[in-house]
């Protein structure tokens, strides 16, 4: 079956440092990704995404770059801050569905 | 801005109860989930609405059944709870047309005891 799996459950970054966070999926026809951050006691809160005919798309402080000859996707925050920990994780719609796959997620912390 | 809310964000139940968990989304969404999260297992998906009326199983719908009798309002059924139900309620919707990306309520943290 489909999956999507993360490389680190766990990223320890200094505050101001570059943070990398990895995502693998497994269908290469999958056409669309997001990226969610979940902080402690809440609900997961949408980041950003991107569309399969893309390799590369910037928000504010984040860039999702995918490259679907390996079928990886990965989450780039800049200057990373105290407000940035939580955890993050990967969303691919399985195929012809709604429905998501999830990824088990990557704890980011931010060291002062 | 889109808003999932959920009935509760803590309930402490004993088992054998039936417990009722309610979602209610505003922007008038056709999807509706019902996903449970544990530690190391992420979110996994119990029950799925694509419409007033209509349910899909997900991955783990074993002790749950789901009701959506308004197309704001997608409640979750644990009929008899047990202590393996103990975990994180997450409610979502999403819309049918443009952009895909579920919403997510705030959650709600069931313990059975």
């Known amino acids: ?112 | 801005d889109v808003k999932v809310t959920q009935s509760s964000r803590y309930l402490v139940k004993r088992t054998g109860e039936k417990v009722f968990l309610e979602c209610v989304q505003d922007m008038d969404h056709e999807n509706m989930f019902w996903y449970r999260q544990d530690p190391g297992l992420g979110l996994r998906l119990i029950y799925f609405s694509y419409d007033v009326k209509m349910k899909e199983k997900g991955d783990i719908p074993e002790g749950y059944s789901v009701s959506r009798e308004k197309k704001e309002r997608f409640s979750l059924i644990l009929e008899s709870a047990s202590t393996n139900q103990t975990s994180m309620y997450l409610c979502a919707s999403s819309d049918q047309r443009g952009a895909r990306e579920q919403y997510f309520g705030p959650g709600t943290r069931l313990t059975v005891t």
């Open chain 1, 1 to 112: 079956g489909e999956s999507v799996g993360l490389h680190l459950p766990t990223l320890s970054v200094q505050e101001g440092d570059n943070s990398i966070i990895n995502c693998a999926y497994s269908n290469s026809a999958s056409d669309y990704f997001i990226w969610y951050k979940q902080e402690s006691g809440k609900g997961p809160q949408f980041i950003i995404d991107i569309r399969s005919n893309m390799d590369k798309r910037q928000g504010q402080r984040v860039t999702v770059l995918l490259n679907k000859t390996v079928k990886h996707l990965s989450l780039q925050i800049a200057a990373t801050q105290p407000g940035d920990s939580a955890v993050y994780f990967c969303a691919v719609p399985t195929s012809g569905t709604y429905k998501y796959i999830f990824g088990t997620g990557t704890r980011l912390k931010v060291l002062a």
